[in-house]
């Protein structure tokens, strides 16, 4: 608790007499501070009137700290630098170079992980840790460590304070080219009915509609299998134990490259958008920003306008 008389030294009238003991000058203290030389007088007469001592020797031309005032100025001059420092180091700390970023496994090696290194050339002092979804929901633990979520969802929910679509993944069917002239060749939507279903995300449901859009009934019961995760669904697609419905944004590189194949055009259907928002919406720090708009940007290199949901166009400046 304060004594009495410390009730009436502000901080700004201890500022004044740090800055103008320091200097030797009111004049210098007051352009420090950016006030005036007569503010600067004021507040040293205030702490005089409130302390009962006169802390500074007045000369025609200069000011100097009296000798009771100055084992004063020293205390106080000591504890402005721990206020710094513990300052400098509070702003060091929470302005970290590390953003850690919790998505879907599909999203991070099939879209992230090879673009990755245009950001790390361009950011090298910023560090990005993914940590990837293998479930149907993300781990409580895993979105409390992490400071931005990647989501790819059925509903498109658009802009929010603190996040963004990046861009709609129409779910195309796709399988390995070994399933066209197999023994239960794959060639029109009708075939589909004697194929396994691979069920690859945390969406359920596409399946059904996909058949009720090509007016294939429903799939039989039993034949839409899930795997323990995506990753392992994806692997059974490409080696041609069944067929999957996969965001096309994420197939690109392997249908590139043949190990995927798109058998049916028509087989697709829209599954939502890809968005990113931060986890705690109070979270300011560079690395963070520069991951944001960096994703963005790429986002939108790659889409054209069309496959970037109306409410979501006017968000995707130039960064």
Not at 74 to 90: D, K, M, V
Not at 155 to 168: C, H, K, N, Q
Not at 208 to 232: D, H
Request: charged share 25%.
């Amino acid at each position: 608790m304060l004594s009495q008389n410390m009730r009436f030294a502000s901080l700004n009238a201890l500022r004044a007499f740090e800055a103008a003991g320091r200097y030797g000058s009111f004049t210098l203290a007051a352009n420090e501070l950016n006030v005036t030389p007569g503010a600067i007088s004021r507040h040293i007469r205030t702490l005089e009137e409130a302390l009962g001592e006169e802390l500074f020797i007045r000369s025609h031309r200069r000011v100097s700290v009296s000798p009771t005032g100055l084992e004063f100025h020293r205390s106080l001059t000591a504890g402005f630098a721990t206020i710094e420092t513990a300052t400098t180091r509070f702003m060091s700390r929470s302005e970290s170079t590390r953003v850690v970023v919790a998505c879907p496994v599909l999203f991070a090696t099939n879209w992230l992980f090879p673009r990755m290194r245009e950001f790390q050339e361009r950011f090298p002092k910023h560090e990005v840790v993914v940590r990837p979804q293998n479930g149907i929901a993300f781990c409580p633990r895993d979105l409390e460590a992490s400071d931005l979520v990647v989501t790819c969802d059925d509903v498109a929910t658009g802009m929010t304070e603190d996040g963004i679509s990046l861009f709609r993944s129409p779910a195309v069917l796709v399988c390995s080219p070994k399933l066209l002239n197999g023994s239960r060749p794959l060639q029109r939507p009708e075939d589909l009915r004697q194929q396994t279903l691979i069920e690859t995300g945390p969406t359920t449901g596409r399946w059904e509609r996909l058949f009720g859009k090509m007016a294939l009934g429903s799939p039989a019961l039993g034949q839409v299998v899930a795997y323990t995760n995506p990753m392992i669904s994806y692997e059974a697609t490409v080696h041609g134990l069944g067929v999957a419905l996969i965001g096309r944004a994420f197939v690109g590189d392997d249908l590139a490259n043949g190990r995927l194949i798109q058998p049916l055009d028509e087989a697709a259907i829209e599954d939502g958008v890809v968005a990113i928002r931060k986890v705690r919406p109070s979270s300011r720090s560079k690395v963070t920003r520069d991951f944001m708009a960096w994703i963005t940007r790429m986002a939108r290199r790659e889409q054209s306008p069309s496959q970037i949901p109306v409410q979501d166009r006017r968000y995707l400046v130039a960064v």
